[in-house]
């Protein structure tokens, strides 16, 4: 498939301006791209720059708040409710991210429920603001229905992300981004467009049944079993019943539900400082140490040296940097028609 | 295999007993065998009762103090660091589980870093307790290298068991109780000994490779490849590197180390207050309204219905405390020498 790179510079502006003109307010306009752009230099396409034309839609429709009213409430030295007023998960889950830094910094954690959020992207985005102010950074987020249910024969829990960054010494924090499923469904769906098989384990079709034809897969099997719809009950737990917001079925679906529709997403946002339990220093040079006696473990294909989480995600950006943000031929003309629709330049 | 059936009541007496005449002093005997009791009581055999004789031969060996000196330090208003003085595991994780309920109490969450601790049996019980008075309750400890590291040929990262343990209405707390890995290590014992092979994706030989021999097995698959081992690393940084003590392969081992080596385990343990969230009857009357929509789900096996995490526990709960905790010979038999050498009835 051929791909177009274009430059984070360049995909930046030219996102951040079309956000202004379709009516986002500034300070959200600049996390949304932020995120955008940050996630899709990690190598993270699925919840990147890609799912711009589905925000706009979510803005026009009347789903995305473009001019949110927060109502943050403190509820304790070490918690709080961020109501993110309908608004883009990107810009609410940062000024979560930011609230959790400032109760941790006085109250050693600080931990955030966010209701009244929409789509946040990539969970990664803001436990790493976290880790980059020297913080534990945890973050987590309610999803529609996905995953079988373990035993049962449809979804009822969201394959929910779970995103733990963490500082270390020379290098870009430690992240472990994950869902709780196997496989993304986007990979289900790459694997149809390439005619090729799943792998079994991954998926179910309409009845329940684990089969391994792309085609027949409707929902995505838990990882480990119970464990994975066990993780993603937790994660169900802190950002749908402690927000306040609705719960797996009831959640409104990212695609199918009409556009005028709020999501009702929940976040849950955590810092943890460090220096509430060791030195900072000592902590950041044991876990490079640790990190590093990992990644010279033997590898067990010497083609494919052992890493810690967001090691890829590292190497894409180095590369991304340098080279662009590949877009693919439909994602680079959808972003044409964005860029004539709202009057600003596109180039690629 | 036959079982020999001995009432909770009846077994923990012996086992207080045997502790106290071991010289544990009373409270630190009091948590462990409400702790190991408790663990059988619910069915998790490989932590429950049966690790009697190896607690008394880490008490004579001098790997557990049995009358230890605790330190505790808050750090801020929320967290606090336990020393525990190389005590049993049980008493230091119940300790830590009781300051962080009076941190949570005050601060809205509580978070404790044990440290110089011993093994701490099931999770669950410090999670449990935590979830008994109202909160949400997470516990965490590192154990020595045992998974495969993702794309390595060794272990590194432990098996470390993850817990969250939430109060619902009517019933006992929700609890997920977990390790990183597919099976445990006691599942291989057992294919060992009934002569059956291990389902593929569970074990790795001594060179790393994928068997399913259970007698060529000698370290575990994580769930999910590199979202397990993600997970354990997760797990590792809150109870090797905050608590200060060693990580992964520099852990002194369970079984393998000299009884009066230390072990030097950390462990995590984290309340959060839910009413600083939303109010606690909402939040039981929609969580115990989950569940239930979960447990209606239609069943792929209409003789396996949906369950979710700890019902398993709950009906050998009910089972035990009527029919008691299965003993199998060679425990039995373990008990009795026990019951001579410690001066103790015993009575089956």
């Not at 789903?63 to 001019?67: E, G, K, Q, S, T």
């Given at each position: 498939m051929s791909e177009i790179f274009v430059s984070a510079e360049k995909l930046s502006n030219f996102i951040k301006s079309v956000l202004l003109k379709a009516g986002v307010r500034h300070d959200v306009a600049g996390y949304v791209t932020e995120g955008l752009i940050q996630t899709s230099v990690r190598g993270v396409d699925s919840h990147g720059v890609r799912l711009l034309p589905h925000y706009l839609k979510g803005v026009k429709g009347g789903?995305?708040?473009?001019?949110p009213n927060y109502r943050f409430k403190k509820t304790s030295a070490s918690t709080g409710m961020l109501d993110a007023d309908h608004t883009f998960g990107h810009a609410a889950g940062m000024e979560a991210a930011k609230r959790a830094i400032e109760l941790a910094d006085e109250a050693g954690t600080g931990h955030i429920a966010v209701y009244n959020s929409s789509h946040f992207g990539a969970a990664a985005y803001y436990a790493l603001e976290i880790a980059n102010n020297d913080m534990i950074g945890i973050s987590l987020s309610n999803t529609d229905a996905l995953i079988k249910t373990y035993a049962g024969k449809r979804p009822f829990l969201g394959n929910n992300p779970i995103c733990f960054a963490v500082p270390c010494n020379s290098e870009e924090p430690f992240c472990l981004d994950m869902a709780t499923s196997v496989v993304t469904f986007n990979k289900i769906r790459q694997w149809r467009e390439e005619g090729l098989q799943a792998p079994s384990g991954v998926g179910a079709d309409n009845e329940g049944a684990e089969t391994t034809d792309p085609n027949d897969i409707t929902m995505l099997l838990p990882i480990g079993g119970y464990k994975g719809y066990g993780l993603s009950m937790a994660v169900e737990i802190l950002c749908s019943l402690l927000t306040g917001m609705p719960y797996g079925p009831h959640i409104p679906k990212m695609f199918e539900a009409p556009m005028n529709e709020k999501r009702l997403l929940g976040h849950f946002i955590s810092a943890i400082r460090i220096d509430c339990f060791q030195s900072k220093d000592v902590f950041k040079k044991r876990f490079s140490q640790l990190m590093n006696e990992l990644r010279t473990e033997p590898a067990l294909n010497k083609d494919i040296p052992v890493q810690v989480a967001g090691d890829p995600e590292k190497k894409h950006t180095r590369e991304r940097l340098k080279k662009g943000i590949p877009l693919r031929q439909k994602e680079y003309d959808a972003f044409k028609r964005i860029a004539d629709e709202y009057a600003v330049k596109f180039e690629g």
């Open positions: 789903r995305i708040n473009p001019n």
